[in-house]
């Protein structure tokens, strides 16, 4: 099995910074792309940012600019570095990886049990 582990998730003021990370562990064979997904109240979950195992990165229109994602593969990490926060990016963080199982062909999606980031004066 793989688990995925965030941290860093707090109660911040605007136009701070805030850094979130995820770990995978578990029997993992390879990690194709991993990112961050966050809903918040009453809201759909939408996808954030995600960084491929070549290094290569997609935004949403909401946070480029101001978010950038990163990746150290040694350790099956994965880091989201938040600056210029805003009222509007309060939500849970979800990490997000896609997968090979150890010992398998076959890539499966999994998610982290959310850290809450909270934008507020």
């Known amino acids: 099995q793989v688990q995925l582990v965030e941290s860093g998730g707090c109660l911040v003021q605007p136009g701070v910074s805030l850094s979130v990370s995820c770990a995978a562990s578990g029997s993992i064979g390879a990690i194709n792309y991993m990112g961050w997904y966050r809903q918040a109240p009453v809201k759909q979950r939408e996808l954030v940012a995600r960084i491929h195992s070549d290094g290569s990165t997609s935004y949403a229109d909401s946070v480029k600019g101001r978010f950038t994602i990163s990746r150290d593969n040694a350790k099956n990490t994965v880091y989201l570095q938040m600056d210029s926060l805003k009222p509007e990016d309060t939500a849970v963080y979800y990490c997000?990886?896609?997968?090979?199982?150890?010992?398998?062909?076959?890539?499966?999606?999994?998610w982290g049990q959310g850290t809450q980031v909270t934008v507020s004066s």
């Open positions: 997000n990886a896609h997968v090979r199982y150890g010992g398998s062909y076959v890539y499966n999606d999994y």
